[in-house]
């Protein structure tokens, strides 16, 4: 059974044109390498955004549902940079 399987992609010029310059230089040894990277990177991202959606965002939306009193509205936080920017001057 293959781990592999064959795709057929259309890119812009630009970036057809880096994809191939990356083997050129010798940085990757195929143009597939270069993409498997790519798509590397992107998943890479995408657990990064996922984890951060889960540890950070989510408990700070759930305390705030539970404390609705913590929520500030945007004039006070605009009056709170504007009063630190100014005592950092």
């Given at each position: 059974m293959r781990t592999t399987q064959q795709f057929s992609i259309t890119l812009p010029?630009?970036?057809?044109?880096?994809?191939?310059?990356?083997v050129s230089t010798g940085e990757y040894a195929?143009?597939?390498e270069v993409i498997r990277d790519g798509l590397r990177t992107l998943m890479a991202r995408d657990?990064?955004?996922?984890g951060?959606?889960?540890n950070q965002v989510g408990p700070a939306y759930?305390?705030?549902k539970a404390e609705p009193?913590?929520?500030?509205?945007i004039d006070q936080?605009?009056?709170?940079l504007a009063a630190?920017?100014?005592?950092k001057r």
């Open positions: 010029n630009d970036m057809a044109d880096l994809v191939k310059a990356k195929s143009e597939s657990r990064a955004i996922d951060w959606l889960r759930d305390a705030l009193d913590r929520l500030i509205g936080v605009r009056a709170r630190e920017h100014a005592r």
